[in-house]
């Protein structure tokens, strides 16, 4: 009888053993079941934001674009050609006549040169100035304002900003890195003084100019485009320039016309180079073209770079895919004026596809680009599918890249030459 409950213990023992491992496994199934639900609704969650995010940003873009449609249906042909212009002018504060181009004549931006500024503070109170006209005009379009802020020899308010180094020192001791650190500190103390457009980095090749990064076409691409990513993160909108590159040629072409000698095959394995693997790697939206005033005869026997249809067209913008805004090199250079009046020279920049004229120095001659452009199209001579193809790119670009048009000039005496980026500059020992 012992025998017999002793059997029946074991049984009940055993059978109480089994049941709990069934629920452990139950409540294993169920709880790895819950598990996977939630990864699965936590993934389906990041999916769904992922999606929003996206949604949002196809909603903003679809906006702006159908903003910047709205607008091209209101605008006057003069308010369009205004946009297709840049301007420079003398003083450090805002003239009588720069007002009337600003607020008649609809001008898309202005440059400064060292004749408009004595200090980090008078420059943002100018910047500022001139942002206030453009706000006032009938859409609201911000101003580009440029500089030609390279480093070295090219530094505009010299003695106030900090010492960016050439491009050639760059270029021969700086890491990669190195110049980007130094294009985000050059764009943040442009950024505090209200300049959204640095016209660097120069791309062309040459051992000797100091505003080359050298006569490695991969090494001048690749510090190129660390500049416009240094730049841009700044808030600042880089230029490659001189388009197709002026590495080859001796002559200055503020002075007088040259031609580069070189076939196609040349060009685009070195000079062109630079510039095509940036257009490919980085957002066209982020960077300018500017084009140079000599001639390529492999391309255009006739015509300089900046009025030529097939360099421009053909070239940057089929071949190599550009799809952002070209400008020009200053139009009063003497491989220009020389041989183009200033009424003609505009229309012919536009006709070969430019998208913004710039005029750096005298006032007549500005009237001269902008009234000539404006009499070319009522007379049939550019077509005005042209002029709104440019219009279109220079809106949709303010309305991408320019958010603030207003600076605080205080800040912008302790930001440009701060000791931090002066020790910084002077730690890397590029002299």
């Known amino acids: 009888m012992k025998k017999k409950y002793t059997y029946l213990s074991l049984f009940f023992i055993a059978l109480l053993a089994f049941l709990t491992v069934v629920l452990i496994q139950l409540n294993r199934g169920t709880t790895n079941e819950k598990t996977e639900k939630s990864v699965a609704s936590d993934q389906s969650e990041d999916i769904m934001k992922e999606k929003d995010r996206d949604n949002k940003a196809k909603t903003d873009i679809t906006s702006k674009n159908e903003k910047v449609e709205k607008m091209l249906e ?3 042909l003069e308010e369009k050609v205004g946009q297709l212009m840049m301007i420079g002018f003398s003083g450090t504060e805002k003239s009588t006549e720069v007002q009337e181009f600003i607020e008649e004549k609809h001008i898309g931006g202005m440059i400064y040169f060292d004749r408009n500024m004595s200090s980090p503070k008078q420059v943002a109170e100018l910047s500022n100035s001139l942002q206030e006209s453009a706000e006032g005009s009938r859409f609201s379009l911000p101003l580009m304002v440029a500089i030609d802020q390279e480093g070295g ?5 010299r003695e106030q900003v900090s010492p960016i180094p050439s491009q050639q020192k760059l270029g021969e001791k700086a890491t990669a890195d190195e110049v980007y650190q130094v294009a985000k500190l050059n764009g943040r103390e442009l950024e505090s003084m209200g300049i959204n457009l640095n016209f660097a980095p120069v791309l062309d090749l040459s051992k000797k100019d100091s505003r080359s990064f050298g006569t490695d076409p991969k090494k001048v691409h690749q510090y190129g485009e660390k500049v416009i990513e240094g730049l841009n993160e700044a808030s600042v909108t880089g230029a490659l320039k001189h388009f197709p590159g002026n590495g080859r040629s001796e002559i200055d072409p503020h002075v007088e016309t040259s031609s580069v000698e070189a076939n196609q095959l040349d060009l685009e394995n070195s000079d062109i180079y630079p510039f095509k693997e940036i257009i490919k790697e980085v957002d066209n939206d982020k960077f300018f073209m500017m084009v140079t005033h000599i001639k390529y005869p492999a391309y255009d026997k006739e015509k300089p770079a900046s009025l030529s249809k097939v360099i421009i067209e053909d070239l940057l913008r089929e071949k190599l895919g550009y799809k952002g805004i070209v400008i020009t090199d200053d139009m009063e ?39 000539g452009i404006i009499d070319a199209v009522k007379k049939g001579e550019i077509p005005m599918e042209r002029i709104d193809e440019s219009t279109k790119r220079v809106l949709t670009y303010k309305l991408n890249n320019i958010q603030q048009t207003t600076v605080d000039p205080e800040q912008a005496a302790k930001v440009v030459k701060s000791p931090e980026s002066v020790d910084y500059i002077n730690g890397l020992g590029l002299e």
């Open 74 to 76: 209101k605008m006057t």
């Open 333 to 371: 250079m003497g491989a220009v004026k020389n041989y183009f009046s200033f009424k003609d020279m505009g229309k012919e920049a536009i006709l070969a596809g430019v998208d913004i004229v710039l005029v750096c120095h005298e006032h007549p001659h500005q009237l001269e680009v902008y009234n």
């Open 153 to 157: 020899a090219i530094t505009r308010m």
